[in-house]
């Protein structure tokens, strides 16, 4: 295997990081798209590690029917306070100005 299993989050251009209030539920949505062209997105997965939320973007070599694109809901609780992307665990939200 010589390509990055799980994305890091340099690699992707999010097109949107968005909170969303809606029946008494915040989720989180992102829309995403991996900068590896022979690559696709394969899963995404969540998980959760304390006060945050991992989203991990799995990829597999391009094939027909996948893309490098994605687009995913994230539920967060109330404790939840920041959300984490990739190995890295680099911080995508809230994002600091």
Known sequence: MNYPEIVEAKDVRFFEIKEINAAGTRTLKLKGLVFH???AVE???????????????????????????????????????????????????PISH
């Open 43 to 93: 899963t995404v997965d969540i998980s959760q590690a304390g006060d945050a939320v991992r989203v991990m973007v799995k990829l597999t070599p391009a094939k027909k029917g996948l893309s490098g694109s994605f687009e995913v809901e994230v539920p967060l609780t109330l404790q939840d306070s920041r959300v984490l992307f990739g190995p890295s665990e680099v911080q995508i939200w």
């Open 37 to 39: 062209s022979a690559l």
